[in-house]
Nanobody, 125 residues
């Protein structure tokens, strides 16, 4: 079992930055790839970024590549999503999730077993 709690969301102007954190509890955090997803009102939950269990490989949606950076600290059971050059279209609830393995089909929500409650990110124009 892995419990996940996101933090760091808020309101920011376009062009600004936010740093989201995902804190995990439970004994198996280091075995799971971790993904970030986002969901805007009336839309599906979309993949944003993912990182392998070891932190050695990352994947990003094209819409955030070059602006967002995912990282993890297995000693502290945390995953961070640094978001720069934010745009109004980045507005959404952001969720972190633990994948069922160390890596795999990381862009698919059904491959994730554990989810946080989400944190709101709002980017004003």
């Amino acid at each position: 079992q892995v419990q996940l709690v996101e933090s760091g969301g808020g309101l920011v102007q376009a062009g600004g930055s936010l740093r989201l954190s995902c804190a995990a509890s439970g004994g198996t955090f280091g075995r799971h790839a971790i993904g970030w997803f986002r969901q805007a009102p009336g839309k599906e939950r979309d993949f944003v970024a993912a990182i392998t269990s070891s932190g050695g490989t990352t994947d990003y949606a094209d819409s955030v590549k070059g602006r967002f950076t995912i990282s993890r600290d297995n000693a502290k059971n945390t995953v961070t999503l640094q978001m720069n050059s934010l745009k109004p279209e980045d507005t959404a609830v952001y969720y972190c999730a633990a994948h069922r393995s160390g890596w795999g089909f990381v862009r698919t929500t059904t491959e994730y077993d554990y989810w946080g409650q989400g944190t709101q990110v709002t980017v004003s124009s």
